[in-house]
T-cell receptor
């Protein structure tokens, strides 16, 4: 089974702090994704990566950055946390499917509260 | 642009009732993929089904069934003889077959099965 883990289930930070959210997958997947989930808005893509050191902006990248130094690990960084970044953050991974879209597998999520 | 609409924000039924969750999508692509995910109270998104645009056959898996109709751009999900364990938020999602395989999610439907 695919296993995607996230470093914390719950996190509380102060406005202006630098925040790191870590995601690790154990299935040698090329693609990794960071989403945020807010009530009534579903999941929205923040950033994704299709290879080590490669990254692309998703739909809502403002206020976030990412790092992918190793294939299995994808980090989401909030350079200066703000209260409007209070949300549930979900990481996902998938293989690069030839000619098609493969299934994304999700981690358990990190519920971040910024005070 | 791609869009997924789940018009039902919340549904509540009594155990053993059948329930259908609606999903309507918009895309200009001729080849695309549709997904359903379940998010139980634990928070992790669980993959249920993936369907490509060329396969309009209905799918049945135990008490779950999916009805894909390209003519109405819908991909509806039916649970037969619902059980309390089916209580969760359900998301429908859409992906193009090319590029970065990003998922576009609907807003989600919160399903509550009452004993």
């Amino acid at each position: 089974d695919v296993k995607v883990t996230q470093s914390s289930r719950y996190l509380v930070k102060r406005t202006g702090e630098k925040v790191f959210l870590e995601c690790v997958q154990d299935m040698d997947h090329e693609n990794m994704f960071w989403y945020r989930q807010d009530p009534g808005l579903g999941l929205r893509l923040i950033y994704f990566s299709y290879d080590v050191k490669m990254k692309e902006k998703g739909d809502i990248p403002e206020g976030y950055s990412v790092s992918r130094e190793k294939k299995e690990r994808f980090s989401l960084i909030l350079e200066s946390a703000s209260t409007n970044q209070t949300s549930m953050y979900l990481c996902a991974s998938s293989i690069i499917a030839g000619g098609g879209t493969d299934t994304q597998y999700f981690g358990p999520g990190t519920r971040l509260t910024v005070l | 642009a791609q869009k997924v609409t789940q018009a039902q924000t919340e549904i509540s039924v009594v155990e053993k009732e059948d329930v259908t969750l609606d999903c309507v999508y918009e895309t200009r692509d001729t080849t695309y993929y549709l997904f359903w995910y379940k998010q139980p109270p634990s928070g992790e998104l669980v993959f249920l089904i993936r369907r490509n645009s060329f396969d309009e056959q209905n799918e049945i898996s135990g008490r779950y069934s999916w009805n894909f109709q390209k003519s109405t751009s819908s991909f509806n999900f039916t649970i037969t003889a619902s059980q309390v364990v089916d209580s969760a938020v359900y998301f429908c999602a859409l992906s193009a077959s090319w590029g970065a395989q990003k998922l576009v999610f609907g807003q989600g439907t919160r399903l509550t099965i009452n004993p």
